[in-house]
Protein backbone atom coordinates (compact mmCIF):
# COMPACT_ATOMS: atom_id res chain seq x y z
CA UNK A 1 0.00 0.00 0.00
CA UNK A 2 1.89 3.81 -1.29
CA UNK A 3 1.87 6.10 1.20
CA UNK A 4 1.56 10.04 -0.05
CA UNK A 5 4.09 10.73 -2.29
CA UNK A 6 4.83 14.06 -3.67
CA UNK A 7 6.95 15.20 -6.87
CA UNK A 8 9.16 16.94 -7.58
CA UNK A 9 11.53 15.83 -4.44
CA UNK A 10 13.69 19.06 -5.54
CA UNK A 11 13.30 21.99 -7.34
CA UNK A 12 15.17 25.37 -7.74
CA UNK A 13 13.15 28.48 -9.42
CA UNK A 14 13.71 32.00 -9.80
CA UNK A 15 12.09 34.76 -7.98
CA UNK A 16 9.11 35.87 -9.80
CA UNK A 17 8.35 32.48 -11.53
CA UNK A 18 5.74 29.91 -11.08
CA UNK A 19 5.99 26.35 -9.55
CA UNK A 20 3.42 23.63 -8.89
CA UNK A 21 4.31 20.87 -6.55
CA UNK A 22 1.83 17.31 -7.01
CA UNK A 23 0.58 14.99 -4.21
CA UNK A 24 -0.96 11.59 -4.60
CA UNK A 25 -2.43 10.31 -1.22
CA UNK A 26 -2.32 7.79 0.60
CA UNK A 27 -4.80 4.90 -0.92
CA UNK A 28 -8.53 5.00 0.31
CA UNK A 29 -7.97 8.99 1.22
CA UNK A 30 -10.01 11.80 0.19
CA UNK A 31 -8.95 14.51 2.06
CA UNK A 32 -5.37 16.22 1.08
CA UNK A 33 -3.71 19.17 3.31
CA UNK A 34 -0.69 21.34 2.10
CA UNK A 35 1.54 22.78 4.56
CA UNK A 36 4.99 25.11 4.83
CA UNK A 37 8.03 24.40 7.08
CA UNK A 38 10.42 27.59 6.67
CA UNK A 39 13.96 25.40 8.11
CA UNK A 40 14.03 25.54 11.59
CA UNK A 41 10.46 25.57 12.01
CA UNK A 42 7.56 23.66 12.52
CA UNK A 43 4.93 22.92 9.73
CA UNK A 44 2.22 25.77 8.55
CA UNK A 45 -0.55 24.61 7.61
CA UNK A 46 -1.34 26.38 4.01
CA UNK A 47 -5.02 24.69 3.08
CA UNK A 48 -7.11 22.14 2.82
CA UNK A 49 -9.26 20.23 -0.31
CA UNK A 50 -11.68 18.20 -0.12
CA UNK A 51 -14.43 16.99 -2.85
CA UNK A 52 -12.55 19.19 -4.89
CA UNK A 53 -12.84 22.12 -3.01
CA UNK A 54 -10.73 24.15 -0.71
CA UNK A 55 -12.55 23.40 3.09
CA UNK A 56 -10.16 25.45 4.89
CA UNK A 57 -7.01 28.24 4.65
CA UNK A 58 -4.27 29.06 6.79
CA UNK A 59 -2.71 32.49 6.90
CA UNK A 60 -1.42 32.63 3.37
CA UNK A 61 -1.61 34.75 0.43
CA UNK A 62 -3.47 34.55 -2.75
CA UNK A 63 -0.26 33.75 -4.53
CA UNK A 64 -0.94 30.06 -2.98
CA UNK A 65 -3.45 28.05 -4.73
CA UNK A 66 -4.28 24.59 -5.16
CA UNK A 67 -6.17 22.34 -6.66
CA UNK A 68 -7.94 18.61 -6.42
CA UNK A 69 -8.76 16.39 -8.77
CA UNK A 70 -11.73 13.67 -9.21
CA UNK A 71 -8.66 10.75 -8.11
CA UNK A 72 -8.28 12.82 -4.62
CA UNK A 73 -4.71 13.95 -6.01
CA UNK A 74 -3.57 17.57 -5.61
CA UNK A 75 -1.99 20.30 -6.75
CA UNK A 76 -0.25 23.24 -5.21
CA UNK A 77 0.75 26.67 -7.26
CA UNK A 78 2.25 29.24 -5.92
CA UNK A 79 3.36 32.39 -8.34
CA UNK A 80 5.28 35.35 -8.14
CA UNK A 81 8.23 32.88 -6.43
CA UNK A 82 9.29 35.32 -3.50
CA UNK A 83 12.68 34.33 -1.70
CA UNK A 84 10.73 33.82 1.17
CA UNK A 85 9.06 31.04 -0.10
CA UNK A 86 12.19 28.80 0.10
CA UNK A 87 10.63 25.83 2.18
CA UNK A 88 9.97 22.41 2.96
CA UNK A 89 6.43 21.56 1.43
CA UNK A 90 4.42 19.02 2.78
CA UNK A 91 1.28 17.06 1.74
CA UNK A 92 -1.02 15.11 4.20
CA UNK A 93 -4.12 12.95 3.18
CA UNK A 94 -6.34 11.91 5.82
CA UNK A 95 -9.97 10.10 5.55
CA UNK A 96 -13.27 11.63 6.45
CA UNK A 97 -15.24 8.60 6.60
CA UNK A 98 -17.55 7.39 9.38
CA UNK A 99 -15.31 6.27 12.78
CA UNK A 100 -11.93 7.87 11.21
CA UNK A 101 -10.20 9.41 13.78
CA UNK A 102 -8.75 12.02 11.13
CA UNK A 103 -4.96 11.14 11.47
CA UNK A 104 -3.04 12.78 8.80
CA UNK A 105 -0.47 10.99 7.13
CA UNK A 106 2.30 12.97 5.77
CA UNK A 107 4.72 12.63 2.27
CA UNK A 108 8.06 13.18 1.91
CA UNK A 109 7.97 16.67 0.91
CA UNK A 110 9.08 18.46 -1.92
CA UNK A 111 12.23 21.01 -0.83
CA UNK A 112 11.61 24.53 -3.25
CA UNK A 113 14.68 26.54 -3.10
CA UNK A 114 13.92 29.97 -4.75
CA UNK A 115 17.13 32.30 -6.18
CA UNK B 1 -0.16 30.19 17.73
CA UNK B 2 0.27 26.52 19.26
CA UNK B 3 -1.67 25.93 22.00
CA UNK B 4 1.01 23.55 23.75
CA UNK B 5 4.20 24.19 25.68
CA UNK B 6 6.91 21.65 25.31
CA UNK B 7 10.94 21.61 26.08
CA UNK B 8 13.23 22.67 22.74
CA UNK B 9 15.34 19.99 23.60
CA UNK B 10 16.32 16.37 25.40
CA UNK B 11 18.37 13.91 25.69
CA UNK B 12 17.91 10.01 26.50
CA UNK B 13 20.31 7.00 26.38
CA UNK B 14 20.09 4.20 24.17
CA UNK B 15 17.51 1.22 25.47
CA UNK B 16 16.00 3.99 28.42
CA UNK B 17 12.89 5.15 28.40
CA UNK B 18 11.99 8.87 26.91
CA UNK B 19 9.49 10.77 28.63
CA UNK B 20 8.58 13.40 26.68
CA UNK B 21 6.25 16.55 28.58
CA UNK B 22 3.69 18.51 27.13
CA UNK B 23 1.59 20.94 28.73
CA UNK B 24 -1.81 21.70 27.04
CA UNK B 25 -3.61 24.22 29.92
CA UNK B 26 -5.86 25.90 27.80
CA UNK B 27 -7.45 22.36 26.36
CA UNK B 28 -10.88 22.24 25.50
CA UNK B 29 -13.23 19.45 26.24
CA UNK B 30 -13.33 18.09 22.89
CA UNK B 31 -10.01 18.53 21.68
CA UNK B 32 -7.62 15.70 21.60
CA UNK B 33 -3.89 15.51 22.70
CA UNK B 34 -1.76 14.21 19.23
CA UNK B 35 1.73 13.16 19.03
CA UNK B 36 3.86 13.62 15.31
CA UNK B 37 7.23 13.21 15.21
CA UNK B 38 9.70 14.28 12.23
CA UNK B 39 12.85 12.73 11.63
CA UNK B 40 15.46 14.88 10.04
CA UNK B 41 13.87 15.68 6.27
CA UNK B 42 11.53 13.62 6.33
CA UNK B 43 7.66 14.59 6.67
CA UNK B 44 6.11 14.28 9.80
CA UNK B 45 4.75 11.14 11.27
CA UNK B 46 1.53 10.27 13.63
CA UNK B 47 2.47 8.58 16.79
CA UNK B 48 -0.44 8.74 19.22
CA UNK B 49 -3.67 10.40 20.17
CA UNK B 50 -5.89 10.65 23.04
CA UNK B 51 -8.67 12.19 24.64
CA UNK B 52 -8.75 11.45 28.50
CA UNK B 53 -7.70 7.92 28.84
CA UNK B 54 -4.10 6.73 28.93
CA UNK B 55 -2.99 5.40 25.40
CA UNK B 56 -0.80 2.39 24.73
CA UNK B 57 0.01 1.09 20.90
CA UNK B 58 2.83 -0.38 19.11
CA UNK B 59 5.24 2.90 19.18
CA UNK B 60 4.74 4.41 22.36
CA UNK B 61 2.34 5.19 25.19
CA UNK B 62 0.72 8.42 26.19
CA UNK B 63 -0.51 9.40 29.57
CA UNK B 64 -2.44 12.24 30.24
CA UNK B 65 -3.59 13.97 33.87
CA UNK B 66 -6.53 13.63 35.02
CA UNK B 67 -7.09 17.33 34.57
CA UNK B 68 -6.18 17.28 31.16
CA UNK B 69 -3.71 20.14 30.99
CA UNK B 70 -0.29 18.01 31.09
CA UNK B 71 0.41 14.71 28.88
CA UNK B 72 3.06 13.10 28.90
CA UNK B 73 4.58 10.60 25.61
CA UNK B 74 6.97 7.65 26.86
CA UNK B 75 8.82 5.73 24.45
CA UNK B 76 9.33 2.36 26.37
CA UNK B 77 12.89 1.87 24.71
CA UNK B 78 14.69 4.83 22.96
CA UNK B 79 16.84 3.51 19.96
CA UNK B 80 18.91 5.81 17.72
CA UNK B 81 16.22 5.93 14.85
CA UNK B 82 14.23 7.77 17.55
CA UNK B 83 16.35 10.88 17.14
CA UNK B 84 13.80 13.34 15.88
CA UNK B 85 11.83 16.52 16.33
CA UNK B 86 8.35 15.30 18.52
CA UNK B 87 5.52 17.77 18.46
CA UNK B 88 2.36 17.85 20.55
CA UNK B 89 -0.86 19.14 19.04
CA UNK B 90 -4.58 19.40 20.35
CA UNK B 91 -7.09 19.30 17.88
CA UNK B 92 -10.90 18.39 17.49
CA UNK B 93 -10.56 14.77 16.05
CA UNK B 94 -14.23 15.27 14.43
CA UNK B 95 -13.18 16.28 11.83
CA UNK B 96 -10.55 16.95 9.91
CA UNK B 97 -8.90 20.17 11.38
CA UNK B 98 -5.76 21.35 10.49
CA UNK B 99 -2.64 20.45 12.91
CA UNK B 100 -1.19 23.73 14.19
CA UNK B 101 2.35 22.37 14.85
CA UNK B 102 4.95 24.07 17.76
CA UNK B 103 8.11 24.46 17.31
CA UNK B 104 8.28 20.97 19.28
CA UNK B 105 11.08 19.12 21.41
CA UNK B 106 14.28 17.67 19.67
CA UNK B 107 14.98 14.42 20.84
CA UNK B 108 18.67 12.67 20.60
CA UNK B 109 19.10 9.57 21.63
CA UNK B 110 22.53 8.87 22.49
CA UNK B 111 24.67 5.35 22.57
Known amino acids: DAGVTQSPTHLIKTRGQQVTLRCSPK?????VSWYQQALGQGPQFIFQYYEEEERQRGNFPDRFSGHQFPNYSSELNVNALLLGDSALYLC??????????????FGPGTRLTVT | DAKTTQPTSMDCAEGRAANLPCNHSTISGNEYVYWYRQIHSQGPQYIIHGLKNNETNEMASLIITEDRKSSTLILPHATLRDTAVYYC????????????FGTGTRLQVFP
Open chain 1, 92 to 105: ASSWRGRGSTYEQY
Open chain 2, 89 to 100: IVRVAIRTDKLI
Open chain 1, 27 to 31: SGHDT
